[in-house]
T-cell receptor, first 112, second 112 residues
Framework: GQQLNRSPQSMFIQEGEDVSMNCTSS?????WLWYKQDPGEGPVLLIA?????ELTSNGRLTAQFGITRKDSFLNISASIPSDVGIYFC????????????FGDGTTLTVKP | NAGVTQTPKFQVLKTGQSMTLQCAQD?????MSWYRQDPGMGLRLIHYSVGAGITDQGEVPNGYNVSRSTTEDFPLRLLSAAPSQTSVYFC???????????FGPGTRLTVT
């Protein structure tokens, strides 16, 4: 099956700094998704990307769908303490929303 | 709407015991999925359903059964619990060809 590799595994940053994380896949996806998981809760969708090269923003978050369709990145600008959590990428081949492949997640710590 | 609800929140089982994790959604979503999340890792798909009466296997289906008799409910059965099934289990739902999966709060299962 598909494998998603995320980078980095964890990040410790100062409040106000920008953050960048990415995922690469062994095969192509038709949809890339970025989720955030707070401690003790389920993941929540942040951004969805539908076509190669697409760049989408959601507030301080910006994500891009790689041209090769095998990678995606997520940027967070001007980080704040509530950005703390685990960020997951997920890829989908078909329109079946129930069959997403998840990466292992990047743990973000923001120091005030 | 309550969204996606899961019961119980915590469970401890002995090796060999069986149990059912409950999942319900009140959004009339066609797709429902079960994932497991091991420490430091992403979510892995166990089983999913595209509608009442239709289920299929995900990446890691061994040791688990599902059924979907109604649109609302999608229970996950552990047939004979093993320590390797110690994990956090998340149920998710999404509408037909919808991008966004709505996750429940999770069930934390420990098998001793």
């Amino acid at each position: 099956g598909q494998q998603l590799n995320r980078s980095p595994q964890s990040m410790f940053i100062q409040e106000g700094e920008d953050v960048s994380m990415n995922c690469t896949s062994s095969s192509i996806f038709n949809t890339w998704l970025w989720y955030k998981q707070d401690p003790g809760e389920g993941p929540v969708l942040l951004i969805a990307l539908y076509k190669a090269g697409e760049l989408t923003s959601n507030g301080r978050l910006t994500a891009q769908f790689g041209i090769t369709r095998k990678d995606s990145f997520l940027n967070i600008s001007a980080s704040i303490p509530s950005d703390v959590g685990i960020y997951f990428c997920a890829g989908r081949i078909d329109t079946n929303a129930g069959k997403s492949t998840f990466g292992d997640g990047t743990t973000l710590t923001v120091k005030p | 709407n309550a969204g996606v609800t899961q019961t119980p929140k915590f469970q401890v089982l002995k090796t060999g015991q069986s149990m059912t994790l409950q999942c319900a959604q009140d959004m009339n979503h066609e797709y429902m999925s079960w994932y497991r999340q091991d420490p430091g890792m992403g979510l892995r798909l166990i089983h999913y359903s595209v509608g009442a009466g239709i289920t299929d296997q995900g990446e890691v289906p061994n040791g688990y059964n599902v059924s979907r008799s109604t649109t609302e409910d999608f229970p996950l059965r552990l047939l004979s619990a093993a320590p390797s099934q110690t994990s956090v289990y998340f149920c998710a739902s999404s509408p037909w060809q919808g991008v966004k999966q709505y996750f429940g709060p999770g069930t934390r299962l420990t098998v001793t």
